[in-house]
């Protein structure tokens, strides 16, 4: 007699003794992000190490995705829950969307060519996926170097707007410089011929020029009576002058500080504005630049695109099970019962509709025969009345004419009896 006690059967100790027959909760969930029938995996223990490895892949691909869309979505609104939200709803649509490509490729009954051909749609948007994941964070890892270059491509642009505004202002600054050259050149010769004429006086009034003769007071008071003169005529001249002056000067000075306003707005704006695309330009930059960076990001991304296509690859190179013969034929099995039910479903209209028919082709003969009998009746009668001469007919008519007649009369098409 067979017994168990305590994981004890027949005084031997079983497996269950050890396991309890216990399954881990967390192989649970990686059977589900697998995208397995856990009611049928559960059935094969040999099977859930290689399905529950098969839903860390593929939930690895969902953290990747929250990453790299959150710092993306960080790095250009700058906002916590925004980024928050985003990673999650990306990280979920990227996590389903490789569910559905692993739970939809079969390994049992498909033949290796069939098995590429299926993977071949998969991987190409597993690939897309990885490009769009790995970027960002690409943009992560080499944030510090990126910043330093982010910086050097601010100042070029500072720059390249410095070096814009002063081509825009160019013909003011120009113009308004030659016109105040001018001016001041006409000042500085006024200014120079009413200080000669002042020297000159004031010399000839010490003796130490002119004439060289101190107390000459006629010739002293003519050569100040020609300065005076002279000053009360370039006076107006010199007072238009200055203002003329003010105003050019005023102009430069407007010109520059239009300019140092819009180059600090420029600053500003190119400093508020370092987002994603920004960040981008910075690590091609850098890829360009050095080798080191190139390689390191080429790398890099190809790591984050492999564990993106990870699933389907790992899917791919998965040998057949005995889940996957499981599962195919439990899904054969559906079908055929399906096609079974579809088959009866059709043979039973089949068998209706031949008894409809049989039915209505004994009413047809049934109706055929009825009327028939009632020709044959109509047609004696019709002869009967010929023969005693009741019937007016042309007497010349012939027998044969005669029966077209009566067939045209009473002739009717058998189809349209029912």
């Given at each position: 007699?067979?017994?168990?006690?305590?994981?004890?059967?027949?005084?031997?100790?079983?497996?269950?003794?050890?396991?309890?027959?216990?399954?881990?909760?967390?192989?649970?969930?990686?059977?589900?992000?697998?995208?397995?029938?856990?009611?049928?995996?559960?059935?094969?223990?040999?099977?859930?190490?290689?399905?529950?490895?098969?839903?860390?892949?593929?939930?690895?691909?969902?953290?990747?995705?929250?990453?790299?869309?959150?710092?993306?979505?960080?790095?250009?609104?700058?906002?916590?829950?925004?980024?928050?939200?985003?990673?999650?709803?990306?990280?979920?649509?990227?996590?389903?969307?490789?569910?559905?490509?692993?739970?939809?490729?079969?390994?049992?009954?498909?033949?290796?060519?069939?098995?590429?051909?299926?993977?071949?749609?998969?991987?190409?948007?597993?690939?897309?996926?990885?490009?769009?994941?790995?970027?960002?964070?690409?943009?992560?890892?080499?944030?510090?170097?990126?910043?330093?270059?982010?910086?050097?491509?601010?100042?070029?642009?500072?720059?390249?707007?410095?070096?814009?505004?002063?081509?825009?202002n160019k013909n003011i600054l120009?113009?308004?410089?030659?016109?105040?050259?001018?001016?001041?050149?006409?000042?500085?010769?006024?200014?120079?011929?009413?200080?000669?004429?002042?020297?000159?006086?004031?010399?000839?009034?010490?003796?130490?020029?002119?004439?060289?003769?101190?107390?000459?007071?006629?010739?002293?008071?003519?050569?100040?009576?020609?300065?005076?003169?002279?000053?009360?005529?370039?006076?107006?001249?010199?007072?238009?002058?200055?203002?003329?002056?003010?105003?050019?000067?005023?102009?430069?000075?407007?010109?520059?500080?239009?300019?140092?306003?819009?180059?600090?707005?420029?600053?500003?704006?190119?400093?508020?504005?370092?987002?994603?695309?920004?960040?981008?330009?910075?690590?091609?930059?850098l890829s360009l630049q050095e080798?080191?960076?190139?390689?390191?990001?080429?790398?890099?991304?190809?790591?984050?695109?492999?564990?993106?296509?990870?699933?389907?690859?790992?899917?791919?190179?998965?040998?057949?099970?005995?889940?996957?013969?499981?599962?195919?034929?439990?899904?054969?099995?559906?079908?055929?019962?399906?096609?079974?039910?579809?088959?009866?479903?059709?043979?039973?209209?089949?068998?209706?509709?031949?008894?409809?028919?049989?039915?209505?082709?004994?009413?047809?003969?049934?109706?055929?025969?009825?009327?028939?009998?009632?020709?044959?009746?109509?047609?004696?009668?019709?002869?009967?009345?010929?023969?005693?001469?009741?019937?007016?007919?042309?007497?010349?008519?012939?027998?044969?004419?005669?029966?077209?007649?009566?067939?045209?009369?009473?002739?009717?098409?058998?189809?349209?009896?029912?």
């Amino acid at each position: 007699m067979a017994a168990t006690t305590n994981g004890r059967q027949n005084g031997l100790y079983t497996y269950d003794l050890f396991s309890g027959n216990k399954q881990k909760s967390d192989s649970h969930f990686l059977w589900w992000c697998a995208g397995v029938h856990q009611p049928l995996l559960k059935e094969y223990p040999s099977e859930h190490t290689k399905y529950a490895g098969l839903g860390g892949v593929i939930l690895a691909t969902f953290i990747l995705a929250a990453l790299s869309s959150g710092y993306a979505i960080y790095s250009v609104f700058n906002n916590a829950i925004w980024a928050v939200a985003f990673a999650i709803i990306w990280g979920l649509i990227i996590f389903n969307f490789d569910r559905f490509l692993v739970s939809t490729m079969r390994k049992y009954g498909v033949g290796l060519r069939k098995q590429l051909w299926m993977a071949v749609p998969r991987m190409v948007l597993a690939l897309l996926i990885g490009i769009t994941i790995s970027r960002p964070l690409e943009l992560k890892i080499f944030e510090k170097e990126i910043d330093v270059k982010v910086a050097e491509n601010r100042h070029k642009k500072i720059a390249l707007n410095d070096s814009l505004l002063q081509a825009e202002n160019k013909n003011i600054l120009l113009t308004a410089a030659q016109e105040r050259s001018k001016l001041n050149d006409r000042k500085l010769s006024i200014e120079d011929t009413l200080h000669r004429l002042q020297q000159s006086y004031l010399q000839e009034a010490d003796g130490t020029g002119g004439s060289f003769q101190r107390g000459i007071d006629k010739l002293t008071l003519l050569k100040q009576q020609a300065y005076n003169a002279a000053l009360q005529q370039f006076s107006p001249e010199l007072l238009q002058l200055n203002k003329n002056l003010i105003y050019q000067d005023s102009i430069l000075n407007n010109a520059k500080a239009n300019n140092e306003i819009k180059r600090k707005q420029f600053e500003e704006t190119v400093a508020a504005n370092v987002g994603f695309l920004e960040r981008n330009k910075a690590l091609s930059d850098l890829s360009l630049q050095e080798s080191s960076v190139f390689w390191a990001d080429l790398f890099i991304s190809l790591l984050i695109i492999l564990i993106e296509i990870g699933p389907v690859l790992s899917k791919l190179i998965m040998s057949a099970g005995p889940y996957d013969v499981a599962l195919a034929k439990m899904e054969l099995l559906q079908m055929a019962s399906s096609e079974n039910d579809m088959r009866k479903d059709k043979e039973l209209v089949f068998d209706k509709m031949k008894d409809l028919y049989e039915k209505k082709k004994e009413t047809s003969a049934v109706l055929i025969e009825k009327l028939n009998a009632l020709q044959t009746k109509h047609i004696d009668k019709e002869i009967e009345q010929w023969e005693r001469g009741e019937k007016t007919i042309n007497p010349k008519t012939t027998i044969d004419e005669l029966m077209k007649k009566i067939k045209a009369e009473y002739d009717f098409k058998e189809e349209n009896v029912l």
